[in-house]
């Protein structure tokens, strides 16, 4: 379980593929649960450098109490979603 601190915003999970050499793709974020105060981002994918971020998965987790409840932000491709609650 992820809980945002009462007086913060951020990310529950942030995942960055942000280093020349890395690879960030085949990734599963299952069976979390976050719980923000009402802003931020439940989970958030971001592409900076490496290998293109594609085919993550993202299911089954309960996000609640954010503003957006999952971020692809730029040259992340092929995310797949499914049965995630927020």
Same mark, same amino acid.
């Given at each position: 379980m992820i809980v945002f601190p009462a007086a913060g915003t951020g990310f529950g999970i942030w995942?960055?593929?942000?280093?020349?050499? %890395?690879t960030c793709s085949n990734n599963?974020? $299952?069976g979390n649960r976050i719980i923000g105060? =009402?802003?931020g981002v439940g989970i958030q994918l971001e592409h900076d450098a490496g290998t293109a971020s594609a085919n993550n %998965?993202?299911? %089954?987790?309960? &996000?609640? %109490?954010? $503003?957006?409840? &999952?971020?692809? =932000?730029a040259g992340v491709t092929n995310t797949f979603l499914g049965?995630?609650?927020w």
């Open positions: 995942g960055q593929c942000n280093a020349t050499g %890395s599963i974020y $299952t105060t =009402g802003s %998965s993202i299911f %089954s987790n309960e &996000i609640t %109490s954010v $503003t957006s409840g &999952i971020v692809n =932000g049965l995630t609650q």
